[in-house]
């Protein structure tokens, strides 16, 4: 089944040493997006790459990058993770197009632990 | 801005019996779309519906059945004869376009409700 896969499930790091996240799609959506959810709270929107063009959320802190080396896979960089940062990674996709709108579909989410 | 609002954040209830979730909402589109979606405590966000701002009627899959009502900015969800693997965080959002192009957009969540079912 086409769908959007995330890896790993669960990453555990250190206060700050820097850790990727991935997120690969077969759906072939030209839109991921990164959102970030902690414990008991919503899912927030860090930002999101529309083809190419990276768009970042403006209260996204610099701490956190993200790569799209081509349509099917994007990589969340957080530089210098600190306890604050531990969340569980929500990646998502959708494809532009008349008709299209409201179609994200999301991974199952990587939970970060940061030690 | 836009805004979701889901007031009961724990709602627990004896199986079988129906439960009403919430969702209020705030935008200043014309045009937009409203989800529910369920998050059981794998953790991933499964999606639930959703419904076009343009579409009033009311939606039943199973024993789930949304209202959506445009003069309250409400809509709410409804799950009928409840069972224990109903038992998740749910959530209801709001889309905003994030550019021209249909497809491109910003979900806005609401916090969650969270909800039990007792066996």
């Known amino acids: 089944d086409a769908m959007v896969i995330q890896n790993p499930r669960y990453q555990v790091t250190q206060f700050g040493k820097p850790v990727t996240l991935s997120c690969s799609q077969t759906?072939?959506?030209?839109?991921m997006y990164w959102y970030q959810q902690k414990s008991s709270q919503a899912p927030k929107l860090l930002f999101h790459?529309?083809?190419?063009?990276?768009?970042n959320e403006a209260d996204t802190p610099d701490n956190f990058q993200s790569r799209r080396p081509n349509t099917s896979f994007c990589f969340l960089d957080i530089r210098s993770p600190g306890l604050g940062d531990a969340a569980m990674y929500l990646c998502?996709?959708?494809?532009?197009?008349?008709?299209?709108?409201?179609?994200?579909?999301f991974g199952n989410g990587t939970r970060l632990t940061v030690t | 801005a836009q805004k979701v609002t889901q007031a009961q954040t724990e709602i627990s209830v004896v199986e079988k019996e129906d439960v009403t979730l919430d969702c209020v909402y705030e935008?200043?589109?014309?045009?937009?779309?409203l989800f529910w979606y369920k998050q059981p405590p794998s953790g991933e966000l499964v999606f639930l519906i959703r419904?076009?701002?343009?579409?009033?009627q009311n939606e039943i899959s199973g024993r789930y059945s949304w209202n959506f009502q445009k003069s309250t900015s409400s809509f709410n969800f409804t799950i009928t004869a409840s069972q224990v693997v109903d038992s998740a965080v749910y959530f209801c959002?709001?889309?905003?376009?994030?550019?021209?192009?249909?497809?491109?957009?910003?979900?806005?969540f609401g916090t969650g409700t969270r909800l039990t079912i007792i066996p």
């Open positions: 419904r076009n701002s343009f579409d009033e």
């Open positions: 790459y529309y083809d190419k063009d990276f768009n």
């Open positions: 759906l072939n959506h030209n839109v």
């Open positions: 935008t200043r589109d014309t045009t937009y779309y």
């Open positions: 959002a709001l889309s905003e376009a994030l550019g021209s192009n249909f497809g491109n957009e910003k979900l806005t």
């Open positions: 998502a996709t959708s494809k532009t197009g008349r008709g299209r709108k409201g179609s994200l579909h």
